[in-house]
């Protein structure tokens, strides 16, 4: 058995992000992206929590997105930030005659059906490159990362995680109306 030695921490001693390396670029592979759920828990949120207290609870956790799952934790759709902006809230508010406090994650989430998914064979020989031009094509900023002879949801890959790492905007226009979006 190898001997390892205990240290105490340093005053200067930091706890590091990914933000602080700039160790990615277009080059890099496109794995180095994805949050994978077999080495990180995913985010979730059940459909029925309040959309304003989800937006608070992920602006405090510094997240993008949450994956809504339903009673039995089972996954139904993705909650991302852009679709708990004032915007989005407004539309749906209009479209189901509800007030805002009644909004949940349900009504605000992307459907399981509507959300894009990207083959993890495939990503495993793509580049940062290849993923941003395909996220501009579609006008995605989200994607799923699918192993389809498993049928495991993996991960997800978020532009906002890549404009992070890549310390440059990644603008994506979306395809969609946000009336269209939450009819989706």
């Known amino acids: 058995m190898k001997a390892l030695n205990i240290y105490k921490l ?8 990914p933000r602080e390396f700039e160790d990615l670029t277009e080059h890099s592979p496109a794995l180095d992206l994805m949050t994978d759920f077999r080495a990180h828990q995913p ?12 937006a608070r609870l992920m602006a405090m ?16 759709g993705l909650l991302t930030a852009e679709r708990l902006s004032e915007q989005y809230i407004l539309v749906a508010q209009t479209l189901q005659g509800v007030e805002r406090g009644d909004l ?7 459907p399981r059906a509507s959300i894009p998914a990207l083959d993890l064979e ?8 290849d993923l941003v031009q395909v996220l501009r094509e579609t006008g995605e900023t989200h994607c799923l990362v699918l192993d389809r002879d498993q049928h495991h949801i993996r991960g997800v890959i978020a532009v906002d ?3 992070e790492r890549l310390h440059r905007e990644v603008p994506i226009v979306p395809k969609r109306s946000i009336a269209r979006a939450l009819s989706s």
């Open 104 to 110: 949940t994650a349900g009504d605000l989430m992307l």
């Open 161 to 163: 995680d890549i404009a």
């Open 61 to 76: 956790e510094g997240v993008s997105w949450k994956l809504v799952v339903d009673s039995q934790q089972e996954f139904i």
């Open 122 to 129: 495939a990503l495993t020989s793509a580049t940062v490159g």
């Open 43 to 54: 985010h979730t949120v059940e459909s029925s929590v309040s959309a304003v207290g989800v």
């Open 10 to 17: 340093d005053p200067v001693d930091h706890l590091v992000q």
